[in-house]
């Protein structure tokens, strides 16, 4: 999701679905200062889509959901290089999705989807 405008993020709630267990997770990831001031700091990029060096920034935070309740997150910006910030284990929450309004139920693994995960599994751990 795009936030424009928005401040230094010092602390991203992230709340998710897994489709493959099924299960809902939610983890609090704090970005530490060092990382902040990463943010805000310019820095001498090559661009190779158009061969020119540019002042960048690390302005964009992503976060990656993986099985098992691992969510990954890294800065990154046009041209320079992503940082890793942190790994962290998400809990689950016991209501599932939609605050508990759906009484446990998770939306259904599509067909392709189920196929591949009961031929390869789930990569547990990879993260």
């Avoid at 902040?36 to 960048?56: L, N, R, S, Y």
């Avoid at 790994?87 to 189920?114: A, D, I």
């Amino acid at each position: 999701k795009y936030v424009y405008g928005a401040a230094v993020p010092r602390l991203i709630y992230v709340r998710w679905q897994s489709l493959v267990e099924p299960q809902t997770y939610e983890a609090y990831i704090v970005i530490p200062e060092p990382i902040q001031q990463a943010m805000v700091k310019p820095e001498k990029a090559f661009c190779a889509a158009d061969a020119k060096w540019i002042t960048g920034y690390r302005k964009g935070v992503t976060v990656g959901l993986a099985p098992g309740g691992i969510a990954k997150v890294w800065i990154s910006g046009p041209c320079v290089r992503p940082i890793e910030v942190t790994r962290v284990q998400g809990e689950v929450v016991k209501e599932g999705p939609y605050g508990g309004k759906s009484e446990g139920h998770h939306f259904p693994l599509g067909e392709t989807s189920k196929a591949y995960i009961e031929k390869y599994g789930v990569p547990y751990g990879s993260w």
